[in-house]
Each structure stands twice: as structure tokens, then as C-alpha cells.
């Protein structure tokens, strides 16, 4: 893996832009869903089970993330608390690079190793959240 600092080539795909739309988008209708009363999403594997699924806890951990309650935003689903930190690391690194036209992070080259070895972190990190969820919950 290479991780590489340049500047935006013309025509590349303006990730950081994109992104942080997406990201920035995708919050403010969160917020105008809830701020009109819509009703809370419901887990429907947890209504059939009684048992939580993979992302159980996902929208009360957000809420608890974005009030400020790190903690308890933890509690409630450690692997989006985890993705909601990266997320916000991403969008303040996308509005410095895009007000300042800094040269981007790319990373490029992975081996077919390392290309596995995310792979299975990632469903690793899927199988431990989801143990965690139904160790606790009772909490819920």
C-alpha cells in the first residue's frame, strides 16, 4: 500500500467533495426527518427476533454522537461510534483540503495480501460488534 500527497489531477474524481456533500447532505435530512416528528426507524430483524442485528443501536448511538454524549454514543454501537470519529475525521480533512486546494491524500498499490487482510478485518469487526450487541441486549 502507498499512501500519496499530490495535487488534483484534471478530470479525477473530486472524492473529497463528494463526500463531504454526501456526508453533510445526509445529516441535514436526518435532522429535518427527526425535527418534523417522522417517525424513529425500526429494526425489523429486532421486532421478528427479539435479538439485536449488526446495526442495532445505529441511529440512537448517531443521536448520542452528535449531542456531544461520546459515551453513550459507544454504548450503543461501538462500530458506528468508530465510523461516525472516522467520518468526522474525513469531513474536517475534505473542508481543509477543499478551502485551502492543499494537495489530496490518494492511497493507491494495495497487494492482493493486503486487499484480503482488509477484507477480513472488516467482517471481523462486523462479527465483534455484532457479539457485543447481543451480550447487551437486554439494554436495549
Known sequence: MQVLRRPLAPGETDHELIWLSVSVTSIGLAATWFAFGFPWPHCLFYDLTGRPCMTCGMT????????????????????????????????????????TRAPRLRISLFSRYEKISIRVSLVALLALNWIYLLLHWRNF
Open 60 to 99: 440512537r448511538s448517531a443521536i448520542q454522537f452528535f449531542h456531544g454524549h461520546l459515551l453513550a454514543a459507544f454504548q450503543w454501537n461501538p462500530l458506528v461510534f468508530a465510523a461516525l470519529c472516522g467520518l468526522s475525521i474525513f469531513n474536517a480533512y475534505a473542508l481543509i483540503v477543499l478551502v
